[in-house]
């Protein structure tokens, strides 16, 4: 299976755009041995090389294909090697993306569960919009734990992973189970797994099982420390507010306890966290955990 980290920033991406804090300050007068990144988003595919599933719709989804020209086959005057796409929660960092993709030519197979089509049709109606673009067709993802196949790659199945989360800001449900999923993605032809989870508020032995069964975990990489953002002043909330185990709360512990050959690898990492700074402490304490950083056009070949 090959991933394609198509952006590795979280919501606001790196540099943001209206930010001065060090690291979005130091990136755009270019001072910081730091790479800018796009919004959260990865590409998955099994053997064939023109059926990817896009997972969570980013709003750089534009310049993230412009980058990735091997999501675009050219077999046809209007043609993309995206079969599918997949979310793992309705925030607007991981679905306004469906907006630039409705110029497709047929309607988009569309993976989520019941919460994030409740938002996605009610207080952030993207896919009434959509209906009259491309539409979509929506497969239900269960948070039960049934494994499912996406059109086109029958080689790989997947699960959902019901994750501690909360709905998204501009949502007014209550939390329930499936508000925020992680995705286990088995190649059934080599049994090889990857556990992806871009936001998790805390890890029980449950997700921790899925972990250890896994040869890649691509977690939350949001936040250093959990008062990261009130620290710096920019915001009252603290990363468990937002559903984000900082690194420093216990995501480095539990990536400890993994088995020694995982290969473990932060995503959406927030443009506040100091371990988006290559020469930084922070970036060379992960290093002696083996703990790697996502960056835009990373490809993990599992
Ligand atoms: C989050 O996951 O907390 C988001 O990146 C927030 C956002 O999109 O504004
Ligand atoms: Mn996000
Ligand atoms: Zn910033």
Same mark, same amino acid.
């Given at each position: 299976?090959?991933?394609?980290?198509?952006?590795?920033?979280?919501?606001?991406?790196?540099?943001?755009?209206?930010?001065?804090?060090?690291?979005?300050?130091?990136?755009?007068?270019?001072?910081?041995?730091?790479?800018?990144?796009?919004?959260?988003?990865?590409?998955?595919?099994?053997?064939?090389?023109?059926?990817?599933?896009?997972?969570?719709?980013?709003?750089?989804?534009?310049?993230?294909?412009? #980058? =990735? /020209?091997? +999501? @675009?086959?050219? !077999?046809? *005057?209007?043609?993309?090697?995206? %079969?599918? &796409?997949?979310?793992?929660?309705?925030?607007?960092?991981?679905?306004?993306?469906?907006?630039?993709?409705?110029?497709?030519?047929?309607?988009?197979?569309?993976?989520?569960?019941?919460?994030?089509?409740?938002?996605?049709?009610? #207080? =952030? /109606?993207? +896919? @009434?919009?959509? !209906?009259? *673009?491309?539409?979509?067709?929506? %497969?239900? &993802?269960?948070?039960?734990?049934?494994?499912?196949?996406?059109?086109?790659?029958?080689?790989?199945?997947?699960?959902?992973?019901?994750?501690?989360?909360?709905?998204?800001?501009?949502?007014?449900?209550?939390?329930?189970?499936?508000?925020?999923?992680? +995705?286990?993605?088995?190649?059934?032809?080599?049994?090889?797994?990857?556990?992806?989870?871009?936001?998790?508020?805390?890890?029980?032995?449950?997700?921790?099982?899925?972990?250890?069964?896994?040869?890649?975990?691509?977690?939350?990489?949001?936040?250093?420390?959990?008062?990261?953002?009130?620290?710096?002043?920019?915001?009252?909330?603290?990363?468990?507010?937002?559903?984000?185990?900082?690194?420093?709360?216990?995501?480095?512990?539990?990536?400890?306890?993994?088995?020694?050959?995982?290969?473990?690898?932060?995503?959406?990492?927030?443009?506040?966290?100091?371990?988006?700074?290559?020469?930084?402490?922070?970036?060379?304490?992960?290093?002696?955990?083996?703990?790697?950083?996502?960056?835009?056009?990373?490809?993990?070949?599992?």
């Amino acid at each position: 299976m090959h991933i394609r980290i198509l952006g590795a920033a979280a919501g606001g991406g790196f540099p943001q755009w209206n930010c001065n804090c060090p690291n979005c300050g130091g990136v755009r007068r270019e001072e910081l041995n730091a790479r800018p990144r796009t919004q959260s988003s990865i590409a998955i595919r099994g053997a064939d090389e023109t059926a990817w599933t896009l997972v969570n719709a980013s709003p750089d989804i534009l310049a993230q294909l412009h #980058a =990735n /020209p091997q +999501l @675009q086959p050219g !077999r046809a *005057y209007r043609d993309t090697g995206i %079969r599918n &796409i997949v979310l793992t929660d309705s925030q607007i960092d991981h679905t306004t993306g469906l907006y630039m993709l409705r110029e497709a030519t047929k309607p988009w197979p569309l993976w989520c569960t019941d919460s994030a089509f409740d938002d996605l049709t009610t #207080a =952030n /109606p993207i +896919l @009434q919009v959509l !209906r009259r *673009y491309c539409g979509v067709d929506r %497969r239900r &993802i269960d948070v039960a734990g049934e494994w499912f196949a996406v059109e086109g790659s029958e080689d790989l199945r997947w699960q959902a992973i019901a994750l501690p989360g909360k709905p998204p800001p501009y949502s007014a449900r209550t939390p329930q189970p499936g508000d925020v999923i992680g +995705l286990l993605v088995e190649d059934l032809r080599t049994e090889r797994r990857l556990c992806y989870a871009p936001g998790v508020a805390h890890i029980d032995s449950g997700l921790f099982e899925l972990m250890c069964s896994s040869q890649c975990v691509l977690v939350d990489g949001t936040f250093w420390t959990d008062d990261e953002l009130v620290r710096l002043g920019v915001s009252h909330k603290r990363a468990a507010d937002m559903g984000h185990l900082s690194q420093t709360g216990g995501m480095i512990k539990w990536l400890d306890r993994l088995p020694a050959t995982t290969r473990r690898v932060l995503i959406h990492i927030n443009n506040t966290n100091p371990i988006l700074v290559e020469d930084s402490p922070e970036r060379a304490l992960l290093s002696s955990h083996s703990i790697e950083v996502a960056y835009d056009g990373m490809e993990i070949v599992l």
